[in-house]
């Protein structure tokens, strides 16, 4: 089953994404998590992304397209994959579909987590990350139970560098110009579902359980 998370910086798609995950036994692919992995070993993937990602702007379409195209085809992503964060261009949404189409399968749906930008500026400019696994946390309304340490894991938790202000700013621009157009494309086809991405994360999984259902 191929599944994307639609939805602007912030929506919650990541701490989404791993109950979903689960429950489809799918693999979690984030294109935002493999350009910070890259980054974090400084590859030439990880350095080229990284100028655009410190602006706020779009990674370009062709380099992440290879990405993707190159991710589904591991062992683990034969029976489908959750993308969060891909596709994010009409360009790379019709990429997916010539991908997904070489080998005989399509998106079969397309969840959009819908939140209000007052909403975003607040969850993002609070998210915290561990640097570890991953998990998301919110300095004010989810923090660790101890200061910059995982609950999880023991790891680090820290800030994204794109987490500020300004480049905040930038992506809800970049997502409501480039981005948004999707929701339209996904609808035309009948294969858009909308969750409010509003409620608390537990109410949020259960609409989405629902919506897979
Ligand atoms: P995305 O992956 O869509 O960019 P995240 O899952 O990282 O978004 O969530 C962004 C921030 O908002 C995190 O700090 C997270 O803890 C918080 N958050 C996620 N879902 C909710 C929710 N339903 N209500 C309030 N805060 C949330
Ligand atoms: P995310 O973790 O999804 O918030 O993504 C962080 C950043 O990575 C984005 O602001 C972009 O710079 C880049 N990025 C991630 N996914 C894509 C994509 N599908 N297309 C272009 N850029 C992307």
């Not at 975003?120 to 915290?128: F, K, T, Y």
């Not at 910059?148 to 700013?169: H, M, P």
Request: glycine share 8%.
């Amino acid at each position: 089953m191929i599944v994307i998370l639609l939805g602007p910086p912030g929506a919650g798609k990541g701490t989404q994404a791993a109950a979903i995950s689960k429950s489809l036994n799918v693999p979690h692919v984030s294109t935002g998590d493999i350009f910070r992995a890259n980054l974090e070993y400084q590859t030439a993937l990880g350095l080229e992304a990284k100028k655009y990602m410190d602006q706020g702007q779009l990674v370009p379409d062709d380099l992440v397209v290879r990405l993707v195209a190159d991710r589904l085809a591991k062992p683990d992503a034969l029976e489908g994959a959750l993308l969060d964060g891909f596709p994010r261009t009409i360009v790379q949404a019709q990429a997916l579909s010539d991908i997904l189409a070489a080998k005989g399968k399509k998106v079969d749906v397309c969840l959009l987590l819908e939140v209000p930008d007052e909403d975003l500026i607040a969850r993002l400019s609070g998210r915290r990350v561990c640097r570890g696994c991953g998990a998301g946390y919110h300095a004010l309304f989810s923090p660790p139970k101890v200061e910059n340490v995982c609950d999880k894991c023991g790891g680090e938790v820290y800030q994204r560098e794109d987490d500020s202000a300004q480049t905040i700013k930038s992506r809800l621009a970049v997502y409501h110009k480039q981005t948004k157009p999707l929701v339209e494309w996904y609808q035309s086809r009948g294969l858009l579902k909308v969750i409010n991405g509003r409620s608390d994360p537990k109410t949020v999984e259960a609409e989405i359980a629902k919506a897979l259902a």
